[in-house]
């Protein structure tokens, strides 16, 4: 039997305090990671690693035409092999449903696996190879013959014939027009037109996909590389017809998501019709080669940006079109424009999407979708606006600062952008940087400086959590979040101990089991500011029902207290006025039964008195030998608003790690299809390069900590996505600086730098 | 339709294998195609080495084969009869953590941790070897394992402390 999740009524939102929170705390300090142990020790077990007694292996195989049907499929060399038990493929696979994405059955794209002999892009699932080691389903698949009868594919988004204009893209607006924008730009002094390119890009996390499924007693039970543990629960359900109780998602340790663990993919129902078809577990592992076209990636963005100003650097105009690619089978905007409605302060915009729909992989989010190409795109034209206006860079960014939200009015809830910019520059040395290019060297090298600003959105869904007060005084909370790397763990163990008056290690946190009580997908940056306020709500509940406890039993040394005569601290209930009059949590407990439980909850409120957004400045430093046509960053520090920061040794990480990804989206990182047939020819960590070790010298990161108490209790907005923004630009800035070449197309290979202006 | 011959049938009769695995003699029965990581985490039930790419591009592999940085998916495990595998459970002396294991919990050198065990055996070794003797040195010879959570400077000043206390 499944345990079943909680059903709880819905909560109300937990009422917005503006009480700032005691000083003295766990929240806020560099706490080191509760899981750290379990990940040094090889001790955590990720999806792959879940303890299933004996599983078969599945193997998938991929479609290697574009477009086309399947005309034949040969199994008999496959059947032969020693161990391999079944084959699945639409001719045999349990009938399953299509239906589009939608925030209750998160599907990535409208297409049910194996069901038909049709094929919509190169790498789609067409066989998965069942045996009873991981070496037969291999070799098994390997000898899969599948014979294709191919049509003609449309592979370049520049020619595509379906061009669709989307109305919305997760709720916002995809076509925006504020005042006149091509009369204000027709008009402007200084115009900047130029177009951005930013090329299709793979999420990579260490860990591929994977899915391990079991049927038991007609129940599915599934450990899931997942960042939404509830969102696949609710997709496999759908899948096969269940009531969403009989399937149960877990998800304790994941290897890293960015985005392509974030929705539901078609690997993860295939597993669990090869469970159903074999009636035993099955583990289900994409290859690496896999990954690049079975859990979307980065979309290719065309940025076409006209940029009107005055001499003095002011905006009149921003027009902003973009394009990208998008599957036959989903629809995804890769929303770049969306910075320019709101970054800075411009009384003309027109901001326009448009999705060509070609015979390509599935696109989705990845790390900061639509701000961080759209920061690169903005953050060069304003930094070229700069140049043409004589202007120092960073000052074009201050001129132009928006002190209220400039696309619906609202005031920002808390905005010190200003304060990263200075305290950047001052950290930077920015005010000894000759303006113009080249003017830099230190031996053998141009060294140029870059700056572009960060953003990302304060986003937050309601969520709810237990806290579990036990008889030996220990706690234990529990929610349907997820820690994939991103420190969840350790903060919320933070919070409940803050909350209830004890210390961390006394605090067990359970997340990634869809049983939990609900939280959100671990995505927008949104589950500390999401299932934070959760945690304290149900704690807030579990300490007052604990210390209507100690006041209303006789057994209790606070027997009689009013209920204002009563803190909590070290683990104990006390009276203010004699702390040697007090009574410990677990006994508590035991007074109670043996546990003190509550459910809490939180939701978003004052959405229509504020806007909330996080903001960051983002300096660089880059060397370009132009002997050996190298380039390299060899500084960047970034300095963000984030509000109040929960632990600042995993956030630092964190934006560390973004400004990372970020030196890979500017230098290195490409996912190249073969224009003829649309495989993706980049599809492994050798031709398709992250940063390594060596690409990435000492990050400085910075942190302006001014609370957010607006957007919740704890003050705090996330940090995991904003850390990417902005990167890019700085580079391609930075490089503009040391070389006097203008890249308008990433990535910044050095080839796009050859043939330099001598000095 | 491709009419392709199969190729002649791989020999696929399980074979004995003995080998030391985090200091215990310990013997497998393994066919022949099965390659040190499947055997420790399929077979040996050593989950905490990785696979990220299966063909030695992203060091999440990475184990201590006879004390050599070996990354256990190009390594078949039938040549490794006779020889003294370490892998990430065989770090920690009795429950105490190794000193890489604690400073990398310390500089918090790593996020989703699926790269970890691959960086601290590579680190264990680089540290041995004598290749991370500088900041510089580290990060060049740590280039082989890929971190896409980008933990790369906590890993620097993780080696960096243990080398520095050696």
Same mark, same amino acid.
């Given at each position: 039997m499944i345990v079943t999740g909680e059903r709880s009524a819905p909560l109300a939102a937990a009422a917005v305090t503006t009480e700032r929170p005691a000083t003295r705390g766990y929240v806020g300090l560099p706490v080191d990671r509760v899981d750290g142990r379990a990940k040094v020790t090889g001790a955590a077990r990720y999806s792959a690693d879940a303890a299933i007694d004996a599983p078969l292996h599945a193997v998938l195989v991929q479609s290697t035409i574009a477009s086309g049907r399947i005309t034949e499929i040969d199994e008999r060399a496959t059947r032969a092999v020693p161990g391999v038990v079944e084959v699945v493929t639409y001719r045999n696979a349990p009938r399953v449903p299509s239906f589009p994405f939608a925030f209750t059955t998160p599907v990535s794209e409208e297409l049910a696996p194996l069901q038909t002999p049709e094929i919509k892009y190169d790498g789609q699932h067409v066989a998965a190879v069942v045996g009873t080691t991981f070496e037969a389903a291999r070799e098994g698949a390997a000898l899969l013959r599948i014979a294709y009868e191919p049509a003609p594919a449309e592979l370049d988004a520049g020619t595509a014939r379906q061009v669709d204009l989307p109305e919305q893209y997760f709720g916002q607006e995809a076509q925006v027009r504020r005042g006149d924008p091509e009369a204000a730009y027709a008009a402007s002094e200084v115009r900047i037109d130029a177009t951005y390119v930013t090329p299709t890009e793979n999420h990579n996390p260490l860990e591929p996909s994977v899915t391990v499924a079991e049927w038991r007693d007609g129940e599915l039970i599934v450990h899931d590389s997942t960042q939404w543990v509830r969102g696949t629960r609710a997709a496999l359900a759908k899948h096969f017809g269940l009531d969403e109780e009989r399937v149960r998602v877990f998800a304790p340790f994941i290897g890293g998501g960015f985005g392509c663990k974030g929705f539901f993919w078609a690997h993860t129902a295939i597993a669990a019709m090869a469970a159903k078809l074999t009636n035993r577990p099955v583990k289900l592992v994409l290859t690496r080669e896999q990954m690049f076209t079975s859990v979307g990636y980065r979309s290719e963005t065309r940025q076409r940006l006209r940029v009107g100003a005055s001499r003095d650097g002011r905006l009149a105009a921003v027009l902003h079109d973009t394009l990208n690619e998008s599957s036959r089978v989903a629809t995804f905007v890769e929303a770049a424009g969306g910075v320019s409605e709101m970054l800075y302060d411009v009384p003309n915009v027109a901001i326009s999407h448009r999705v060509a729909r070609l015979d390509v992989p599935s696109a989705t989010a990845m790390r900061a979708p639509g701000e961080a190409p759209g920061t690169y795109g903005l953050g060069s034209a304003l930094d070229e606006l700069a140049y043409a206006c004589g202007l120092d860079p960073l000052e074009v960014l201050r001129r132009n600062h928006a002190s209220v939200d400039p696309s619906n009015g609202l005031p920002f809830s808390s905005k010190h952008l200003l304060a990263c910019y200075e305290r950047g520059a001052?950290?930077?040395?920015?005010?000894? &940087?000759?303006?113009?290019?080249?003017? +830099?060297?230190? /031996?053998?090298?141009?060294?140029?400086?870059?700056?572009?600003?960060?953003?990302?959105?304060? +986003? &937050?869904?309601? $969520?709810? #959590?237990? %806290?579990?007060? #036990?008889?030996? /005084?220990? %706690?234990?909370?529990?929610?349907?979040?997820?820690?994939?790397?991103?420190? +969840?763990?350790?903060?919320?163990?933070?919070?409940?101990?803050?909350?209830?008056? %004890? $210390?961390?290690?006394?605090v067990t946190v359970r997340i990634g089991d869809s049983s939990l009580p609900n939280a959100p997908v671990a995505g927008g940056s949104m589950s500390s500011a999401s299932v934070g306020p959760a945690v304290i709500d149900a704690a807030r509940r579990a300490r007052q029902r604990a210390i209507a406890l100690a006041i209303s039993s006789s057994d209790s040394p606070l027997y009689g207290l009013p209920e204002d005569d009563v803190e909590t601290a070290d683990g104990s209930m006390r009276a203010k006025d004699n702390p040697a009059r007090a009574i410990a949590y677990g006994a508590l407990a035991r007074l109670n039964g043996g546990a003190i439980e509550a459910l809490g909850g939180a939701a978003p409120a004052e959405e229509e008195k504020y806007s909330f957004h996080s903001f960051g400045a983002q300096f660089v430093e880059v060397r370009f030998d132009e002997e050996l046509a190298r380039l390299r960053v060899s500084r960047a520090l970034g300095v963000f608003d984030c509000g109040r920061i929960l632990n600042p040794k995993t956030a630092r990480s964190q934006m560390i790690g973004g400004i990372t990804m970020g030196i890979g989206m500017a230098l290195l990182e490409e996912t190249v299809r073969d224009p003829r047939y649309g495989a993706v020819v980049t599809n492994n960590l050798a031709d398709y390069h992250v940063p390594v070790n060596a690409d990435v010298p000492a990050v400085e990161v910075e942190f302006v900590e001014e609370p957010d108490y607006a957007l919740n209790s704890l003050g705090a907005r996330g940090v995991g996505e904003i850390g990417i923004t902005g990167v890019a630009a700085a580079i391609a800035n930075a490089v503009y600086h040391a070389t006097g070449v203008r890249v308008r197309d990433l990535p910044i290979v050095p080839e796009k730098l050859l043939g330099t202006p001598a000095s | 339709m491709s009419t392709t011959e199969r190729p002649a049938a791989p020999a696929r009769a399980p074979v004995p294998l003995t080998l030391r695995l985090n200091g215990r003699q310990t013997t497998f029965t393994v066919e022949p195609q099965v390659t040190l990581l499947d055997l420790l985490r399929e077979r040996a039930g050593l989950t905490g080495t990785k696979k990220g790419c299966d063909r030695g591009q992203c060091g999440a592999c990475t184990v201590l084969v006879d004390g050599r940085r070996t990354l256990s998916c190009l390594a078949l495990a039938l040549a490794q009869a006779g020889a003294e595998v370490t892998t990430i459970e065989g770090l920690a002396d009795d429950g105490e953590l190794h000193p890489m294991q604690a400073a990398f919990v310390e500089h918090d050198a790593f996020q989703c941790g699926f790269c970890t065990s691959g960086q601290i055996m590579s680190a264990v070794a680089i540290v041995r070897e004598g290749r991370a003797r500088t900041a510089d040195e580290i990060r060049e010879a740590m280039s082989g394992n890929l971190c896409r959570c980008g933990a790369y400077p906590n890993i620097v000043a993780a080696v960096a402390t243990v080398q520095g206390a050696r």
């Open positions: 001052e950290a930077f040395g920015w005010s000894t &940087r000759p303006r113009e290019p080249r003017a +830099m060297r230190e /031996g053998d090298e141009l060294v140029g400086w870059g700056v572009a600003t960060a953003t990302y959105p304060a +986003m &937050r869904a309601p $969520a709810e #959590a237990r %806290v579990t007060i #036990a008889a030996d /005084g220990g %706690v234990d909370v529990a929610s349907a979040t997820h820690d994939l790397g991103t420190g +969840m763990y350790t903060i919320l163990a933070q919070i409940a101990a803050d909350a209830l008056g %004890v $210390a961390p290690d006394a | -």
